[in-house]
């Protein structure tokens, strides 16, 4: 038998599979110690041991099977698989909104490589029609593959060429923008959109999928429907992440892009609006707005761009016992502004103070954000916050850290000069800071506690 046809076996699996004549791709019966399965052999990561073959069973799941316990196999039949979906030139309907969608790669455009054995971008957006033909119900679709990254990769040379795209879209009439991108690093992206593309006329929604589209409970496909509609019909004309609301599949919520964040690291319920409500609930068929006031949809095709980023900002994550030397590191590389994660109500060692004098006295704009992620800082409380004031670090109020940082290097994307970043900084654009912490904007929840589980089980499905 070709060698080909063992796609990455080798070892005592490889002399499994060429002992009972099976091929990769083909389906069979595994009769193991352990009982019996089918399913279709797939190829193994290259990078992977000899012990296990790999089958596809017929729920979608991938299960490995120890070769030392198989006791006979048998071939029932052979269909080499192609997970290369076709493109397909989308229908158009004249009463239906134009959208675009502009793919940066993620998880809601991936599939799984089996070389490897993990997920990589793989589907062109245009692939995406094929692949959720429900799309043609919800909008004319044109689509853009801007880059082929996973989020990790997304940086401020991306932000800057989405904003710059997006303004041309808006410019040419479009009634609403979707962008494809992995949930990682989505909460940096949704922030660094909201201040370079201000004063939008149209919904731009951020999408993605915290599980591949080759996975049965992928919802790849219907956060994508919900992107859609919303970027069609929706009248809330603000940056905003469209992902699952509970775990289940009854609804999406649209987070604003200045208060999500990822909070989870495999549920598909992991984007939590902090520190407030979410926007809405979307539906395939229907958007309720949860927040009074927002941003609304207009006609007009008017939109103000701010494309800087200054790449030289950072984070300093506050942990006990953290050395000044750290900091001065920091410093000696050039970095001209930092954010620090304190403690408690925004609070680090006093180890660190002639470090931070240090930072301040080169100009290095500083500010503090927490480690609670709920919750204001406040400096005047104790007499560390008014030291740290005084060497210079700046209170961010109830910015998320991530949103701080991401807000610092397009304020001296602008401009060094300390009060003009400051007021920058300190001036919201899109609720990054807000008057007050609404009383539903904190929801925690303890499990194992009665009056949490009886909870529970009214709403659990």
């Not at 370079?196 to 219907?222: E, F, H, K, T, Y």
């Not at 992902?243 to 987070?255: A, I, K, R, V, W």
Request: with cysteine; hydrophobic share 35%; proline share 6%.
């Amino acid at each position: 038998m070709s060698k080909d046809i063992f796609q990455g076996y080798k070892g005592e699996a490889l002399e499994v599979l060429k002992k009972y004549n099976i091929r990769v791709w083909s389906s069979a019966i595994v009769r193991t110690t352990r009982g019996n399965f089918e399913g279709t052999i797939l190829p193994r990561s290259e990078n992977d041991d000899d012990k296990h073959l790999v089958m596809k069973i017929p729920t979608g799941y991938n299960v490995g099977i120890e070769v030392n316990t198989i006791r006979d196999m048998e071939e029932t039949g052979y269909k080499e698989a192609n997970y290369k979906i076709p493109e397909k030139e989308f229908p158009y309907s004249e009463n239906l909104p134009s959208v675009k969608l502009f793919g940066t790669g993620g998880t809601i455009a991936s599939r799984l490589d089996y070389r490897t054995g993990a997920v990589i971008p793989a589907f062109a957006p245009g692939e995406l029609y094929g692949a959720v033909p429900e799309l043609a119900d919800i909008c004319n679709l044109e689509t853009e593959k801007l880059f082929s990254v996973f989020s990790e990769n997304m940086g401020p040379k991306q932000y800057i060429a989405l904003a710059k795209a997006i303004k041309k879209e808006i410019q040419k009439g479009v009634d609403g923008i979707v962008i494809g991108h992995g949930t990682d690093t989505m909460h940096h992206t949704g922030a660094a959109l909201t201040f370079m593309v201000q004063n939008s006329p149209v919904p731009i929604v951020l999408v993605g999928s915290q599980r591949s589209s080759d996975r049965p409970s992928s919802d790849a496909a219907l956060n994508l429907m919900h992107a859609t509609y919303t970027a069609g019909n929706a009248d809330i004309a603000e940056v905003m992440v469209c992902m699952f609301g509970p775990t289940s599949d009854e609804y999406g919520l649209l987070h604003k892009g200045t208060r999500v964040r990822k909070m989870h690291s495999s549920y598909r319920s992991t984007f939590r609006t902090i520190g407030d409500i979410p926007l809405g609930m979307v539906t395939r068929e229907k958007i309720t707005p949860l927040k009074e006031t927002y941003a609304p949809r207009r006609k007009d095709q008017e939109v103000n761009i701010y494309p800087y980023f200054d790449d030289r900002v950072t984070m300093l994550y506050y942990y006990p016992g953290m050395k000044p030397d750290i900091l001065d590191a920091m410093v000696e590389k050039g970095y001209k502004g930092i954010v620090f994660v304190g403690t408690g109500l925004g609070h680090v060692n006093k180890e660190l103070y002639p470090a931070i004098k240090r930072a301040n006295e080169k100009g290095v704009h500083m500010y503090m954000t927490l480690q609670t992620l709920w919750g204001y800082v406040q400096m005047f409380v104790y007499d560390t916050g008014r030291d740290m004031m005084a060497l210079g670090i700046i209170p961010a109020a109830n910015m998320l850290p991530e949103v701080a940082y991401i807000k610092l290097g397009w304020a001296l994307g602008q401009t060094d000069d300390p009060e003009e970043v400051k007021k920058i900084m300190l001036t919201p654009v899109n609720d990054e800071i807000t008057k007050r912490e609404p009383y539903n904007g904190y929801l925690i929840y303890q499990g194992g506690v009665p009056e949490v589980e009886e909870f529970i089980k009214k709403v659990r499905k």
